[in-house]
Antibody, heavy 128, light 107 residues
Framework: EVQLVESGGGLVQPGRSLRLSCAAS????????LSWVRQAPGKGLEWVGF??????????EYAASVKGRFTISRDDSKSIAYLQMNSLKTEDTALYYC???????????????????WGRGTTVTVSS | DIQMTQSPSSLSASVGDRVTITCRAS??????LNWYQQKPGKAPKLLIY???SLQSGVPSRFRGRGSGTDFALTFSSLQPEDFATYYC?????????FGQGTKLEIK
């Protein structure tokens, strides 16, 4: 079964750090982009960032709201992705989802990205 | 950043109704548009990708269409399990952005 399981959430004070993990199973982890998406209580979905596969350099992209504070990494040997969150703010309070990103190659060699597998999420609460 | 705006924000409908919700992008995103369904307390689930491609296992009563800036998700005949919140998302450019969601409720 294809599965993503997040862990590492909890209560943390503003300004502190936290590292989330995303353990994958059931697919070839190293071949995929891994994204993080968050959802503040009662709010909509917000893309946080992603890490490309090693085939595409393993590079990362981030939302402006977390750039410079959050870092996504991956350990393909363990099939785990990480979200290192530093200098946390109260507005980072959310349920954090890990997602797998798949790609459809279009007729004109355009690439359609979509998040086809989601974990159940892990809750991060930033409060003093 | 590309802004995604869904209409309506909420909608009441009955089982068996034909319903359409829309999503508008602040600039052209070609066909780089995905739809997700989220039920309370659950993770989002991919329904449709690349505007109109149905994800494996998703019933054919869901249909996506559009291009450029205007997109729609249509339910041909609402079923009880369809009552949920729906989000559109563009993957045309980084940062990816989602619509604010459309909550579909039972009338």
């Amino acid at each position: 079964e294809v599965q993503l399981v997040e862990s590492g959430g909890g209560l943390v004070q503003p300004g502190r750090s936290l590292r989330l993990s995303c353990a994958a199973s059931g697919f070839s982890f190293g071949d995929y982009v891994l994204s993080w998406v968050r959802q503040a209580p009662g709010k909509g979905l917000e893309w946080v960032g992603f890490i490309r596969s090693k085939s595409y350099g393993g590079t990362t992209e981030y939302a402006a709201s977390v750039k410079g504070r959050f870092t996504i990494s991956r350990d393909d040997s363990k099939s785990i992705a990480y979200l290192q969150m530093n200098s946390l703010k109260t507005e980072d309070t959310a349920l954090y989802y890990c997602t797998r990103e798949d790609i459809l190659t279009g007729y004109y060699s355009d690439y359609y990205h979509y998040m086809d597998v989601w974990g159940r999420g892990t809750t991060v609460t930033v409060s003093s | 950043d590309i802004q995604m705006t869904q209409s309506p924000s909420s909608l009441s409908a009955s089982v068996g109704d034909r319903v359409t919700i829309t999503c508008r992008a602040s600039q052209s995103i070609s066909s780089y548009l995905n739809w997700y369904q989220q039920k309370p307390g659950k993770a989002p689930k991919l329904l449709i990708y690349a505007t109109s491609s149905l994800q494996s296992g998703v019933p054919s009563r869901f249909r996506g269409r559009g291009s450029g800036t205007d997109f729609a998700l249509t339910f041909s005949s609402l079923q009880p399990e369809d009552f949920a919140t729906y989000y559109c998302q563009q993957s045309y450019s980084i940062p990816y952005t989602f619509g604010q969601g459309t909550k579909l409720e039972i009338k």
